[in-house]
C-alpha cells in the first residue's frame, strides 16, 4: 500500500504541474475543505477546485518552480476505508537555486473508484506560497 500511494501522490503532483486540472480533480471528493495555515479554504465543486490548482499554478511558475518531488512519510493505518497520508513536497526551481519544503497530510478515504482524498491540511510553515494559496481565495470570494 505505502508504494502505492507514494506512486498516487506524485501522479497527482505530475498532473497539477503539466496543468491537467480535471484529471486531478477526479482524485478529489468535494466539497473539498482544504486547510492552509489553519485557515480553511472551502473548494465547493471540481470547478472551484481546478480554478484553486490554476492559480497556485501559476504562482509557482512565476517562482520558476518546475519540479515536485513527493515524498509519503506516514501512512495511518485505515478504519472503515479512511485514513491519513503525511507527505512532504519538495519543489525546485528551474535554475535548482531556489528550493521549497511543504508538508501535506491527506485524509483519504476508499471508495469504489478507488483511493480519493476528502480533505488536505498544509502544514508547511508560514511563506509567499501559503499567502498565495490563500490570497487566491479571497479574490474568488
Not at 496543468?19 to 472551484?48: K, W
Not at 504562482?59 to 491519513?84: N, S, Y
Not at 521549497?100 to 476528502?118: C, N
Amino acid at each position: 500500500m505505502f508504494q502505492q500511494l507514494q506512486d498516487q501522490v506524485q501522479w497527482r503532483a505530475d498532473l497539477f504541474l503539466s496543468g491537467r486540472f480535471e484529471d486531478m480533480s477526479r482524485e478529489y471528493i468535494f466539497p473539498l475543505p482544504v486547510y492552509v495555515h489553519n485557515r480553511l479554504i472551502a473548494l465547493r465543486t471540481a470547478s472551484e477546485g481546478m480554478a484553486q490548482a490554476a492559480s497556485v499554478r501559476t504562482a509557482l511558475q512565476h517562482r520558476q518552480i518546475e519540479t515536485l518531488k513527493i515524498t509519503v512519510k506516514a501512512i495511518e493505518v485505515p478504519r472503515d476505508g479512511r485514513f491519513r497520508v503525511w507527505a512532504d513536497w519538495h519543489a525546485v526551481s528551474r535554475d535548482c537555486r531556489r528550493s521549497r519544503r511543504m508538508g501535506l497530510v491527506y485524509y483519504m478515504r476508499e471508495t469504489g473508484a478507488g483511493i480519493r482524498s476528502e480533505m488536505l491540511h498544509y502544514t508547511f510553515r508560514r511563506d509567499s506560497t501559503g499567502r498565495a494559496l490563500i490570497r487566491t481565495q479571497k479574490q474568488r470570494a
